[in-house]
């Protein structure tokens, strides 16, 4: 039996220690923030109407079998613990200047029938070929990257990829390149770039491969879990609990000791004793780990390539707004977004909130989160992180996080979508909040920029290992959870 700490309670954490706990070791998992869950965050603001829930971080569930491997590699069952509930739109896609929408759904067929009515037939075709691809690509992901450890390049390199698996997955090529390769409308293409952004990044720049993340959502679908996605976290806390594992929450970490090469333990802020660990997982964001916990500069000179940020608005509306549980409200030109989120600090070009971005909207159809004849919106664009560089913005500056919400509903409005004057109450939340309340370095979601390779779930001293979105296999919950897979199989069972 190894003596184990866990240094963060978010998703990938609770789910590590779980699974540690079941194969026989002692595990404390020690968090800094009063509750656990990290990102998987939520928020409640009561008024005379009644309480209004949101969750401030992660609205979809998907690759739900993953979940489901989790509760039962654990001796439990999901269904126990959780009530998801499938969707259908999984995503409402709404085109600037009254363009068609589009809702996209678990059934590919379906989904190209939809594709098909809103771009016409040629465009169902075209997509029903890039479909084809995704197939290949995420069979070969699914197969030889995400569910093994990638230490290294030379790791990718060997992985036993078929030449037509090679071929799918485009080495080199870039999302916006496969785009524009498999889909003449423009309409579509844009469709395709947003998933670009569930790993943090632009699609000029997002590798081809990348094309799996739809096809994993549009084939086994998205999921809502009643009571809101905050929920997933509860059920993680009880089943670690539930197995002997200590939880310990308002207790910061500064530092992993790991002298001659191996871990010993951790060091407590305001505690002189040490906490002794023969293995440390880390749960935080790989640049705080690497720049303060354990200072690695060899490591942390890999991270500075950052993802975008999220700026949220939780919005209390009155009445009933017809939305989908997930819309998303495209803009005319969709490259200034990512030109205004990135910047580019190579050609003197500062980051800047984006005057005309894409807009998020989630509005879950649950009795339990809002007053009755009233809705919770979380509003979300993307955003450049937190900082002075650059690269990012310093979003504490007076005035300009207000002056931004405004933007913001002024654009929703435009596109047809007007709440100003059914407003119960709106509140602000920028990538430095989520520095702030998180730990997450410039606000960043995903830690790098997402790409084929990730910092590795080994650490540089013997007994460390990363879990989590910041490292691979990726961001996203299923990733994460599948991290905690990884990691727990590579420490292995006590006997």
């Not at 999901?78 to 363009?99: N, Q, S, T, W």
């Not at 509306?317 to 409200?329: C, I, Q, T």
């Not at 005035?399 to 007007?418: F, K, N, S, T």
Request: proline share 7%; hydrophobic share 45%.
């Amino acid at each position: 039996m190894a003596r184990i700490v866990v240094v963060g309670a978010g998703v990938g954490g609770l789910a590590t220690a779980a699974r540690l706990a079941t194969i026989g070791h002692e595990v404390t998992v020690l968090e800094q923030g009063d509750t656990v869950g990290g990102k998987l965050g939520r928020y409640v603001h009561d008024t005379p109407a009644g309480p209004f829930h949101f969750d401030t971080g992660p609205s979809l569930l998907t690759l739900p079998q993953v979940f489901h491997d989790l509760f039962e590699a654990t001796g439990a069952k999901l269904d126990e613990y959780l009530d998801p509930v499938p969707l259908d739109p999984i995503v409402r896609h709404v085109f600037a200047r009254g363009g068609p929408t589009v809702d996209s759904c678990a059934d590919p067929d379906e989904f190209a029938t939809r594709v098909g009515a809103a771009f016409g037939e040629r465009a169902a075709a075209e997509w029903r070929r890039l479909w084809r691809r995704a197939e290949r690509v995420w069979r070969a992901s699914e197969r030889d990257v995400l569910r093994r450890r990638v230490d290294s390049p030379r790791d990718l390199a060997v992985l036993a990829w078929r030449l037509g698996d090679l071929a799918a997955i485009g080495p080199g090529r870039t999302l916006r390149g496969l785009g524009h390769a498999h889909l003449s409308d423009p309409r579509l293409r844009m469709l395709l770039d947003r998933y670009a952004t569930y790993a943090g990044t632009d699609p000029r720049r997002a590798p081809a491969a990348l094309v799996a993340v739809p096809y994993a959502e549009l084939t086994f679908g998205g999921w809502y879990l009643r009571g809101g996605l905050a929920s997933l976290a509860d059920a993680l806390l009880t089943r670690c609990l539930d197995l002997g594992v200590v939880v310990r929450t308002g207790v910061r970490v500064t530092r992993i000791d790991a002298t001659g090469g191996r871990v010993h333990g951790v060091r407590l802020a305001d505690a002189t004793a040490p906490v002794p660990a023969d293995v440390v997982v880390s749960n935080v964001d790989a640049l705080t780990l690497y720049r303060d916990l354990l200072p690695t500069p060899r490591r942390l000179a890999t991270l500075t390539d950052r993802s975008l940020a999220g700026f949220v608005l939780l919005l209390g509306v009155r009445g009933d707004s017809g939305l989908a549980h997930h819309n998303v409200f495209f803009p005319d030109a969709y490259d200034a977004e990512f030109d205004a989120v990135f910047g580019a600090p190579g050609r003197g070009i500062r980051a800047r909130p984006a005057p005309d971005p894409t807009v998020f909207v989630t509005v879950a159809a649950d009795e339990t989160v809002r007053p009755a004849g009233h809705e919770a919106w979380f509003v979300l664009v993307n955003a450049a992180r937190q900082g002075t560089a650059a690269g990012a913005v310093d979003w504490r500056r007076p005035g300009l996080a207000e002056a931004y919400a405004d933007r913001i509903l002024d654009v929703l409005a435009a596109r047809g979508v007007d709440v100003r004057d059914r407003l119960l109450f709106r509140e602000v939340r920028t990538p430095a909040d989520l520095e702030a309340t998180a730990d997450t370095p410039g606000g960043a979601i995903y830690g790098t920029a997402g790409g084929l390779l990730r910092p590795p779930n080994r650490g540089p001293a013997r007994g460390l290992w990363l879990v989590g979105g910041s490292c691979h296999p990726g961001g996203g919950l299923p990733m994460v959870a599948l991290s905690a897979q990884i990691v727990a199989d590579s420490i292995g069972p006590a006997w």
